[in-house]
């Protein structure tokens, strides 16, 4: 079955370890038959939720920028991958804001399939538990969604330490699998 993918890729850095990341499960993803499309949030502009509670009504979010656009494309897609630098052990930022702003259309992304991507100096898997924990809170908030995998970059520092990395491979073949 073709399906989109939607990937997600929070780093602030260009070619970054988790992007590239990213890039090998769009090439997985593609290689099996289905549509995928990666988003930088680097490239768009997100701003962060003020809680006003607008959206809570009109499901639709007064701050007008490019989330409205990600939220589209997340309701659209059968599966979205979350990609993350872990940054003092938690998730970027970016992704963070990205989560706080689906709030509008939160219900909508329901049923969907994520795998999760993350990068960290630390060479100790067990120092992103944290951040995976992040993520599946989210997903608590997603009716029917279903975290299908994880790819664990760990011990990449600088740009370009993930080429010499398993995740690699991993990544490539958790976008084939879907």
């Given amino acids: 079955m073709n399906k989109k993918v939607m990937v997600i890729s929070a780093t ?7 992007d590239v990341l990213c890039d090998r499960f769009v ?5 099996a038959g289905n549509t995928a499309e990666k988003i930088r949030l680097a490239d768009l502009t997100i701003t962060y939720c003020t ?4 959206c809570n009504r009109t499901h639709r979010c007064v701050r007008k920028d490019d989330m409205d656009g990600v939220l589209k494309t ?9 990609a993350t630098p ?7 930022a970016q992704l963070k804001t990205l989560i706080d702003r689906t ?9 969907k399939e994520f795998y999760f991507i993350l ?4 060479s100790r898997k067990a120092s992103l538990e944290r951040t995976v924990e992040e993520f599946r809170g989210f997903l608590d908030c997603l009716e029917g969604s279903r975290e299908k995998g994880i790819v664990y970059g760990t011990g990449v520092w600088g740009i370009g330490d993930i080429h010499r990395n398993r995740a690699m491979k991993q990544a490539y073949e958790m976008g084939k699998q879907t």
């Fill in 103 to 111: 709030v509008a259309r939160y219900t909508e992304i329901s049923g």
């Fill in 27 to 31: 090439e997985g993803a593609q290689d």
């Fill in 12 to 18: 602030p850095r260009c070619g970054g370890n988790s």
């Fill in 119 to 122: 990068t960290a100096a630390d």
């Fill in 86 to 92: 872990v940054y003092f052990y938690t998730m970027c």
């Fill in 74 to 82: 997340m309701v659209a897609a059968d599966v979205i991958v979350l």
């Fill in 51 to 54: 809680g006003c509670g607008a």
